[in-house]
């Protein structure tokens, strides 16, 4: 059973545009939510990453927001970039795991 | 920077085959981990290992062996291959096992089509 839903499974946006992507989570023993990043052909990179203790980071044009009741995070892209497009991940752990779990992906196509 | 390498990049391989993906890290990191790719279905995990000589099964084991000899080295055996194993395959390491707050990095992929 998927542990974290992912939403879109495909998004496009215009430069210049943002670009969101939402997650939800059951499990409230996970305690860390990175972001993954693919590029066609590479691996995974880790984008940003997020603990239940804060609402938001950010980091230049990227940014998480977590609501911990609701169990959902979100990936806020600003000022979207046609070198953004890429395919995201949204990952959740508890302290005492060694997997990530990881949503299904969303695809994004950022058009110039 | 290496990193992590994996190989090789692409493979066929016919039904009821065998093959081992290599896959070698040049950080020294005691945990590693063999993630496979589905279209549309994020990563899941096969096989893990906290250190040389110790490996526990993830989501996804069956149709897989690993072994863990050296620090470097963690290749993942595919045992009478069947087209269910078609897939992408990622092998990753961190620096400590709890992904929590540790950067797992992930090797370029190994693509894998079982005919």
């Known amino acids: 059973q998927q542990q974290v839903k992912q939403s879109p499974q495909s998004l496009i946006v215009q430069k210049g545009g943002i670009s969101i992507i939402n997650c939800a989570y059951e499990?409230?023993?996970?305690?860390?939510f990175p972001w993954y990043q693919q590029f066609p052909g590479k691996g995974p990179a880790l984008l940003i990453a997020?603990?239940?203790?804060?609402s938001e980071k950010k980091e230049g044009r990227f940014t998480i927001s977590f609501n911990k009741s609701a169990k959902q995070f979100s990936l806020h892209i600003m000022d979207s970039q046609p070198g953004d497009s890429a395919t995201y991940f949204c990952a959740a752990v508890g302290y005492s795991g060694y997997a990530l779990n990881f949503g299904k992906g969303t695809s994004l196509l950022v058009t110039p | 920077n290496a990193g992590v390498t994996q190989t090789p990049k692409f493979r066929i391989l016919k039904i009821g085959q065998s093959m081992t993906l290599q896959c070698t890290q040049d950080m020294n990191h005691n945990y590693m981990y063999w993630y496979r790719q589905d279209p549309g279905m994020g990563l899941k995990l096969i096989y893990y290992s906290v250190g040389a000589g110790i490996t526990d099964k993830g989501e996804v084991p069956n149709g897989y062996n690993v072994s863990r000899s050296t620090t470097e080295d963690f290749p993942l055996r595919l045992e009478l291959a069947a087209p269910s194993q078609t897939s992408v395959y990622f092998c990753?390491?961190?620096?400590?096992?709890?992904?929590?707050?540790?950067?797992?990095?992930f090797g370029e992929g190994s693509w894998l089509t079982v005919v």
């Open positions: 997020i603990r239940p203790d804060v």
């Open positions: 499990n409230t023993a996970f305690d860390y």
């Open positions: 990753a390491s961190s620096y400590s096992g709890s992904p929590s707050g540790n950067t797992i990095y």
